[in-house]
């Protein structure tokens, strides 16, 4: 299946599909690498089971890799509307990793993206959510521009992070980016914290310790969780599970189940 983009009326599409969508939060980073859409991942289906009306879109258009950590299920077309997958009764999501063949490059100039990611708002049939959650790709670029610029009544961004001083750098950048575009700093998730010994249950913090806390109280935002490394996790994100969902009373669950319960929180509160 092949997207087609129709900008007709595509504002006005938008902002009608929109209205059905409680709270709309943004899941970004400074650099790659540092475990974004596992959070992303998490965080939906966390607030899913938490009973929650969820979706998830992958704005991620030359990385996105929530197909694989849901499990590679498709999406279906109604007439002229796409019909995200449906991972759970009550959890849709949507990436352009669903819509082209697997393994080839999406290779677009901005203005396509821009207009894909219209389309994704205006043309798919979200429903009815509590929550609809935006994988962005790392960094200050395209798609979290038109993102940006395209909904007024975003929430707000999580921004996730490593203790290692050369990812708070960039994530210094991109949260002056939010800040430039006028948008709310939601909190801070510092991911691969630390790991735990498996013989001696010791923490070794090997990519350094208290970067999500400095940020945190440099801005003056939440640090909404500290989520541990676990080499478990990683096998199951591979195997389309998330930890949420599959490493029960795990370290990494309770810690995913905290940081949702935390957004929730703080969107509500609103």
């Known amino acids: 299946m092949q997207p087609q983009f129709n900008l007709n009326n595509e504002n006005t599409k938008i902002k009608e599909k929109m209205k059905n969508v409680k709270h709309k939060i943004a899941v970004l980073s400074g650099k790659g690498g540092v475990g974004k859409t596992t959070v992303a991942v998490n965080l939906a289906t966390a607030l899913a089971e938490s009973g929650y009306k969820v979706g998830l879109l992958d704005l991620d258009m030359h990385g996105p890799n929530i197909v694989r950590m849901l499990g590679e299920k498709n999406p279906s077309v109604d007439g002229e509307e796409i ?149 478990k996790a990683a096998k199951l994100a591979d195997e389309g599970k998330p930890v949420t969902l599959y490493m029960r009373e795990s370290e990494v669950e309770e810690e995913f189940r905290k940081i949702a319960e935390k957004v929730a929180k703080a969107v509500e509160v609103e």
């Open 83 to 231: 019909v995200p997958a449906e991972i759970l009764p009550n959890l849709k999501a949507l990436s352009i990793g669903m819509l082209v063949e697997s393994g080839k490059a999406v290779i677009w100039r901005g203005p396509l993206k821009h207009s894909a990611i219209k389309q994704f708002l205006g043309d798919t049939k979200w429903g009815e959510l509590d929550f609809l959650i935006f994988d962005l790709p790392p960094g200050t670029g395209d798609e979290a521009l038109s993102l940006f610029q395209t909904l007024d009544d975003l929430d707000g961004v999580v921004m996730v992070t490593t203790p290692q001083k050369v990812a708070l750098d960039d994530v210094r950048r991109a949260i002056d980016f939010v800040h430039s575009m006028n948008k709310k700093l939601i909190g801070i998730v510092e991911n691969m914290s630390f790991v735990r010994c498996p013989k001696c249950g010791e923490k070794i913090e090997i990519f350094g310790s208290g970067g999500g806390k400095i940020l945190a109280e440099e801005y003056n935002v939440e640090l909404l969780g500290q989520i541990p490394l676990d080499p």
